[in-house]
């Protein structure tokens, strides 16, 4: 496991923005949000619209990502919706009450996925848990809990590392 | 930490440093590997015609394709024309095909029998499409997501394991139809060219297990 690689233009989500976005972009850009975040842990979330556990857990996350930014937490959310359906997502982010920006995946998914991590086999959801030096720490497929999420962002929060 | 001068001793300190990687995935055991035959081939499943289909009964003399499908996914309905193409194209040249609905009706309401019935009229499915009713025929293939597609050669040996191309919204930017690729290198005696792919897909509603 390394650091995360193929960033092609490091950029933070601009949390201080107060208002929902939807960019697109490419699997190097989404790592360049991880590493450019300059937290203590980054959750990155792969969801859709129209998924049933990713909108299940969806509240979770962000309820998660209030708890504990004030400790150092960066949650980056990646909506895998089509183009045609990005109204929808956004509709959705909004409801959730996002209002920072977020991204839609564009590019191969192959590449999107083994760049992520060769173990995740493609379905939704998938959340990737990052420590402050963009080491991937946790990797889950399918849909997780709060209490899931906060122990394993603890754990990366709490560690040397983190 | 720096590492001026001694890059390969801080390659490997770092390495040595570096925390684990811990993962946690839903309930599929890991993935059928190359070679492996199909698990559970003989476990009856529901075709939309009401019969019972087998993933033996099913299977071709050149091949058997399985793939992992429902009613309700849009990767489904975004590929289903080219999946419906090839399943009805290469069942005619003897390669069996079986798709399966492992999805749970309680999770997905639009995967019930009735539905996939309809479904398989609408698509002109000419080839089984069957209801696996406990979700354990998914498990044991560790299929994850739909689509999601095996193909065993002659011998019944897994072959290739992925998706159907590299492009599922857009039909006309598809570069490599890796699943068409995979059909045509085995009827033809070839190595498989990309023998393992993968796309995003809707996670498979398993049902409990028993």
Same mark, same amino acid.
């Given at each position: 496991m390394?650091?995360?690689k193929?960033a092609? /233009?490091?950029?933070?989500?601009?949390?201080? /923005?107060?208002?929902l976005?939807?960019r697109?972009a490419?699997?190097?850009?989404?790592?360049g949000?991880v590493r450019?975040a300059?937290?203590?842990?980054?959750?990155?979330?792969?969801?859709? /619209?129209?998924?049933?556990?990713c909108r299940?857990?969806?509240p %979770?996350?962000?309820?998660?990502?209030?708890?504990?930014?004030?400790?150092?937490?960066e949650l980056?959310?990646?909506?895998?919706?089509?183009e %045609?359906?990005l109204?929808d997502?956004k509709?959705?982010?909004?409801?959730?009450?996002? %209002?920072?920006?977020?991204?839609?995946?564009?590019? %191969?998914?192959?590449e999107?996925?083994?760049?992520l991590s060769?173990k995740?086999?493609?379905a939704?959801?998938?959340?990737?848990?990052?420590?402050?030096e963009?080491?991937?720490r946790?990797?889950?497929e399918?849909m997780?809990t709060?209490e899931e999420?906060?122990?394993?962002?603890?754990d990366?929060? /709490?560690s040397?590392?983190? | 930490m720096?590492?001026?001068?001694?890059v390969?001793?801080?390659?490997?300190l770092?390495? #040595?440093?570096?925390?684990?990687?811990?993962?946690?995935?839903?309930?599929?055991?890991a993935? *059928?590997?190359?070679?492996?035959?199909?698990?559970m081939?003989s476990?009856q499943?529901?075709g939309?015609d009401?019969?019972d289909?087998s993933?033996?009964s099913?299977?071709?003399?050149?091949?058997?394709?399985v793939?992992f499908?429902c009613n309700?996914?849009?990767?489904v309905?975004a590929?289903?024309?080219?999946?419906?193409?090839?399943?009805n194209?290469?069942?005619?040249?003897?390669?069996?095909?079986?798709?399966?609905?492992?999805?749970?009706?309680e999770?997905?309401?639009?995967?019930g029998?009735?539905?996939?019935?309809? =479904?398989?009229k609408?698509?002109?499915? =000419?080839?089984?499409?069957?209801?696996?009713?406990t979700?354990?025929?998914? =498990?044991a293939?560790?299929?994850?997501?739909?689509?999601?597609a095996f193909?065993?050669?002659?011998e019944g040996k897994?072959?290739?394991?992925?998706t159907?191309?590299?492009n599922?919204?857009?039909?006309?930017?598809v570069t490599?139809?890796? *699943?068409?690729?995979a059909l045509?290198?085995?009827?033809a005696?070839?190595e498989?060219?990309a023998?393992e792919t993968?796309?995003?897909?809707?996670?498979i509603k398993?049902?409990?297990? #028993?």
């Amino acid at each position: 496991m390394a650091a995360v690689k193929g960033a092609e /233009s490091p950029q933070a989500p601009a949390r201080s /923005s107060g208002r929902l976005e939807l960019r697109p972009a490419t699997v190097g850009e989404i790592l360049g949000a991880v590493r450019g975040a300059g937290s203590k842990a980054v959750l990155v979330n792969v969801w859709a /619209s129209w998924c049933a556990p990713c909108r299940q857990e969806f509240p %979770d996350l962000v309820r998660l990502y209030r708890d504990y930014r004030g400790r150092g937490l960066e949650l980056v959310l990646v909506s895998t919706d089509f183009e %045609d359906q990005l109204a929808d997502a956004k509709a959705f982010l909004t409801k959730n009450g996002v %209002d920072f920006p977020t991204y839609f995946k564009v590019g %191969d998914d192959m590449e999107f996925i083994n760049t992520l991590s060769p173990k995740w086999t493609g379905a939704l959801p998938a959340t990737f848990i990052y420590d402050g030096e963009g080491r991937l720490r946790y990797f889950q497929e399918g849909m997780g809990t709060y209490e899931e999420f906060e122990k394993r962002v603890l754990d990366v929060l /709490s560690s040397k590392a983190g | 930490m720096k590492c001026r001068g001694v890059v390969f001793m801080c390659s490997l300190l770092t390495f #040595a440093l570096a925390p684990a990687l811990s993962t946690a995935q839903e309930d599929a055991p890991a993935s *059928l590997a190359l070679g492996a035959t199909a698990p559970m081939a003989s476990e009856q499943m529901k075709g939309v015609d009401g019969k019972d289909v087998s993933i033996a009964s099913a299977a071709g003399k050149k091949g058997t394709l399985v793939i992992f499908s429902c009613n309700g996914c849009p990767w489904v309905k975004a590929w289903e024309k080219r999946m419906v193409e090839i399943g009805n194209s290469y069942s005619k040249r003897g390669v069996g095909v079986v798709a399966i609905n492992a999805n749970d009706p309680e999770r997905s309401p639009a995967d019930g029998f009735a539905e996939m019935q309809q =479904r398989a009229k609408q698509r002109g499915i =000419r080839y089984p499409y069957v209801m696996d009713a406990t979700s354990e025929v998914a =498990r044991a293939f560790g299929a994850t997501r739909t689509p999601e597609a095996f193909l065993f050669d002659a011998e019944g040996k897994l072959v290739y394991h992925g998706t159907i191309d590299d492009n599922a919204h857009e039909p006309n930017k598809v570069t490599k139809r890796y *699943l068409r690729e995979a059909l045509d290198a085995m009827l033809a005696g070839k190595e498989v060219p990309a023998a393992e792919t993968k796309a995003l897909g809707c996670g498979i509603k398993f049902r409990p297990k #028993a």
